[in-house]
């Protein structure tokens, strides 16, 4: 069993920047590098979305919407994925869910609640 714990969210003004972290410990056999790892958020009312992912191999995907503003990052050696979110707007307002995925087996955080507000 893998346990993600993921950092503080906050609020944060429009324009503003912050960053999320997301530490993994646990599991058995496969180590942290093996993972794809992706953060998801899921807004009131609506279905939960993928962010971002990256993959054992460094590959990284974005959701349009923040494409060129969030970018997704992982230190292995740290057993840890981050998301830089830079010009954040109203509507990344959301729980951030952090994910970890090998195969069919996946893994997910408690959340962190990310709000964009003046």
């Known amino acids: 069993q893998v346990q993600l714990v993921e950092s503080a969210g906050g609020l944060v003004q429009p324009g503003g920047s912050l960053r999320l972290s997301c530490a993994a410990s646990?599991?058995?056999?496969?180590?942290?590098?093996?993972?794809?790892m992706g953060w998801y958020r899921q807004a009131p009312g609506k279905q939960r979305e993928l962010v971002a992912h990256?993959?054992?191999?460094?590959?990284?995907r974005y959701t349009d919407s923040v494409k060129g503003r969030f970018t997704i990052s992982r230190d292995n050696a740290k057993n840890t994925v981050y998301l830089q979110m830079n010009s954040l707007k109203p509507e990344d307002t959301a729980v951030y869910y952090c994910?970890?995925?090998?195969?069919?087996?996946?893994?997910w955080g408690q959340g962190t609640q990310v709000t964009v507000s003046s």
């Open positions: 994910n970890a995925r090998i195969v069919i087996t996946e893994y």
């Open positions: 990256i993959t054992s191999g460094g590959s990284t």
């Open positions: 646990g599991g058995s056999g496969n180590i942290f590098s093996s993972y794809t």
